[in-house]
């Protein structure tokens, strides 16, 4: 998957413009039912695929955590999405300091309609943050 990630127009000058690379975290349980947060193992595919590429200093597999479970969004539109994740993200509170003033690349593996990335930006923002770009693997087909 990270070897076809980097062949889209535009994904290594993000890898080379960014400071840090933040994955879009599970909540707890789903993170336990599944065993793996496949946005973290998009990321670390992607440092190995293009270690020379990469601008980036770190990655933070925990600088967002997701608070609370959130109802199922797959039959839900941006607006229901975006009022359903109001409040799901928020910066680990040991890594707002790595976070302040940082280009910080946000990968995930799907998008759908963009409300998670924007809820999780927002909150990368809101620790200081100086810029946040998204990098997703896939993106579903529009209604």
């Not at 695929?49 to 600088?63: F, I, M, N, R, V």
Request: net charge neutral; aromatic share 2%.
């Amino acid at each position: 998957m990270a070897a076809l990630l980097l062949q889209s127009p535009g994904a290594r000058d993000l890898l080379q413009a960014c400071e840090l690379i933040v994955p879009v975290p599970l909540t707890p349980a789903r993170l336990a039912s599944r065993g793996y947060n496949q946005s973290w193992e998009l990321v670390k595919a992607l440092r190995r695929a293009a270690p020379a590429e990469s601008g980036c200093d770190d990655t933070l597999a925990d600088a967002l955590v997701r608070l609370g479970e959130m109802p199922d969004q797959h039959s839900l539109t941006r607006e229901q999405r975006l009022h359903n994740l109001r409040g799901a993200f928020a910066a680990h509170p040991l890594r707002t300091a790595r976070l302040a003033g940082a280009r910080v690349l946000l990968v995930d593996d799907v998008t759908t309609t963009g409300a998670t990335l924007h809820c999780a930006a927002q909150a990368l923002l809101q620790a200081g943050a100086q810029e946040v770009c998204a990098l997703v693997f896939a993106r579903t087909q529009p209604d």
